[in-house]
């Protein structure tokens, strides 16, 4: 059985005539005929009373009507949904996100009005959770710190905001105002996320400091940012991390002083990835970076 003998069927239903009914579906009568025989063959029952004068449905033929109508209508919305998929303007995106990567936000509002059908599900977690989560088909795409050696995931670098002092807002720098130099934290105590979940926004601050004279006195380690910026804004420490679009409460961002200051992220992807979905995202996500850079 065909779909085109349950759409032929479903004119006959309506017409009650084999020739409109062929009229409507532009072949001749006797290639309809022969379908709608075909069709009562592979059901198994009659389906239509036929005389020289009329064609009328039998009891079997009303039941399948109804059920060929659904079945119609089933297969025109399945098509359609994916006609919208294949132009990503239908489907779920899973999107594994960095603390650090909090300027994101601006970009999912320019997806979200290009493509307000994709719904989108954020999750908050480290550079290594998301490469599992990219291995094991729990995420799509990852907003990541490199490296990645991983050979499934892709990577497209991109540059996070400048790299800034997190301050408690109390702290004699951040009343003094201004630029602080990476030198003037040399005797803090660190606030930082673990190394095992992110080492390469771990080893770029940790590199920084060394290359300023000093190893950095990490006394905490947190597994995420929001976490640092409420350790820091109670006194716990001072930690140092992309400047944010806001700064909560508590803490406080001062420029870096020193030049060069900045740190690469990246946005990954499965290597072998075919969803329109995705590749539309991404390619929102980096136009939107070249015009307007985290």
Do not use: W
Request: charged share 25%; glycine share 6%.
């Amino acid at each position: 059985m065909e779909l085109r003998h349950i759409r032929y069927f479903t004119v006959l239903a309506e017409e009650l005539n084999f020739s409109r009914a062929a009229e409507r579906l532009h072949i001749a009568q006797p290639p309809l005929s022969r379908q709608i025989q075909q069709l009562e063959e592979e059901v198994g029952v009659r389906l239509l009373d036929r005389t020289k004068r009329r064609v009328e449905l039998t009891n079997a033929g009303k039941a399948f009507l109804e059920k060929a109508y659904q079945l119609i209508d089933l297969v025109e919305d399945a098509c359609d949904t994916a006609r919208m998929a294949a132009r990503a303007e239908h489907g779920k995106l899973i999107i594994g996100f960095t603390g650090t990567a909090h300027n994101l936000l601006p970009v999912l509002e320019v997806y979200r009005n290009k493509y307000p059908e994709v719904s989108l599900n954020l999750q908050l977690m480290g550079t290594t959770a998301q490469i599992a989560a990219l291995q094991d088909k729990s995420i799509d795409v990852g907003i990541l710190t490199p490296p990645v050696t991983n050979e499934e995931i892709l990577v497209k670098k991109i540059k996070y905001p400048p790299l800034a002092a997190i301050l408690p807002k109390n702290h004699p720098l951040a009343l003094r105002g201004g630029a602080v130099s990476i030198k003037e934290l040399a005797a803090e105590s660190f606030v930082i996320t673990p190394r095992s979940i992110g080492p390469g926004f771990y080893d770029a601050v940790t590199r920084i400091c060394h290359e300023a004279g000093f190893s950095p006195n990490i006394t905490i380690e947190t597994h995420d940012l929001q976490t640092v910026f409420v350790l820091v804004s109670a006194g716990m420490g001072v930690s140092i991390a992309p400047a944010i679009s806001y700064e909560p409460g508590g803490v406080v961002f001062r420029e870096l002083a020193d030049q060069d200051i900045t740190m690469d992220g990246g946005i990954a992807y499965r290597r072998e990835e075919t969803s329109e979905v995705v590749h539309s995202f991404l390619d929102t996500f980096l136009e939107y970076i070249t015009y307007k850079p985290f």
